[in-house]
């Protein structure tokens, strides 16, 4: 790994927007390019949980797993804080091999490893019985009428900053996560189990829409980024911090145990996609004004938590990455971006680390939002 790269990697990012330059993003977002491009010395093949050995004849090597909230850009200065190997942080990590630094400290050998998931139930794949679906369902409200239309599969949006809370207060439901205690808004777990239970029992397939909300009201919930701006309609999820990641960790896991049980008394879900709409990230997705690889390191590393979160009940979970229909429209580098490279970089990032089974939920609009005429579209060819 060139040195250039091992400087990169030492940057270290505040925990606001306000406090990292334009020009720093970029180094940093840069720094991922670089880690990209650099290759893998040493590879770790994918595994379950974690491996079991270092490859043969490594000698003054050793594994070290990486906390889930730790960027790209991060991984050489975490290191080089570490004397010993660290203790495995829990099982929605990520592994390193690192060799002894000159100067102290380990460095990298090559790039992350993330486990590919080890499901503890067993449930069959469920597939839509027609292509006929319906998108965005928010309420138990006219439930009946999909199965008049014989809807085949829905999308149901969940807010997890209006389910999940790491305070107490009336209507609010206790819920213990690796040693920690979170409230479950009741209402809106009524909501889910009423909507979600329906469209199971009358075999429409559900994908969850996982959704963050902004800052209102200068209030920030704990499962917002901190580089989130107000001007948002929705969010990137708060996995920058320990104890946003955690947090986020906690929603994921609860939602998954809850809906893929095997007697599915609260219904299923099959498919999860991440947020809104990212290529039109200050809008749908924000994280505050960013280069795209900084946005997107952050983006994958999300999608990767909620794979692990929802593998470890289903195996057949699967995690959509979501876009807009302007695929090659060239966006302004900062606040909205080209469909085409961000699925690039997204491919690169999933080969690099392990892939894993994710796919694309773009919107299927028409061109123009306001005219349902599709066929009478004249950009698409």
Wanted: charged share 20%; hydrophobic share 35%; with cysteine.
């Amino acid at each position: 790994m060139s040195a250039r790269l091992l400087a990169l990697l030492t940057l270290v990012t505040p925990a606001f927007a306000e406090d990292l330059s334009w020009t720093a993003k970029v180094t940093q977002g840069q720094a991922v390019l670089d880690y990209l491009d650099a290759g893998a010395a040493v590879v770790l093949d994918p595994f379950p949980e974690k491996p079991t050995a270092l490859p043969a004849n490594q000698e003054d090597q050793h594994l070290f797993a990486l906390p889930p909230h730790l960027p790209t850009w991060q991984i050489q200065d975490y290191l080089r804080s570490k004397r010993d190997p660290a203790e495995t942080p829990g099982p929605a990590t990520r592994w390193l091999i690192a060799e002894r630094h000159p100067e102290g400290g380990w460095r990298p050998t090559g790039q992350v490893r993330w486990p590919t998931g080890r499901s503890t139930r067993t449930l069959e794949r469920l597939q839509a019985a027609t292509p006929k679906g319906l998108g965005g369902l928010d309420q138990p409200r006219g439930l009946e009428d999909l199965v008049e239309l014989g809807i085949g599969h829905a999308t149901v949006n969940i807010h997890l900053s209006g389910l999940l809370h790491p305070e107490n207060a009336p209507g609010r439901i206790p819920f213990s996560f690796e040693g920690r205690d979170y409230f479950l808004h009741a209402g809106w777990l009524r909501k889910l189990d009423r909507t979600i239970g329906f469209l199971t029992t009358h075999r429409i397939v559900v994908s969850a829409i996982i959704l963050v909300t902004p800052p209102r009201n200068g209030q920030r919930h704990l499962l917002t980024h901190p580089e989130t701006t107000a001007e948002a309609t929705l969010a990137m999820p708060n996995i920058s911090t320990p104890e946003g990641c955690h947090a986020f960790r906690a929603a994921i896991e609860f939602l998954a145990e809850r809906y893929t049980r095997e007697q599915a008394e609260h219904g299923r879900i099959s498919n999860w996609i991440a947020f809104n709409e990212v290529d039109q990230a200050w809008t749908w997705t924000n994280m505050g004004e960013q280069p795209m690889p900084r946005l997107m390191e952050t983006y994958h590393r999300a999608m990767r938590l909620i794979h692990l979160g929802a593998r470890r009940y289903d195996p057949h979970a699967r995690v959509f990455a979501s876009f807009t229909h302007h695929w090659f429209h060239a966006g302004d580098g900062r606040r909205t971006y080209r469909t085409r490279e961000m699925l690039k970089l997204l491919t690169r990032l999933s080969r690099a680390e392990g892939d894993f089974e994710w796919g694309v939920a773009y919107h299927p609009y028409p061109q123009n939002l306001r005219v349902g005429t599709t066929w009478q579209d004249t950009q698409p060819t």
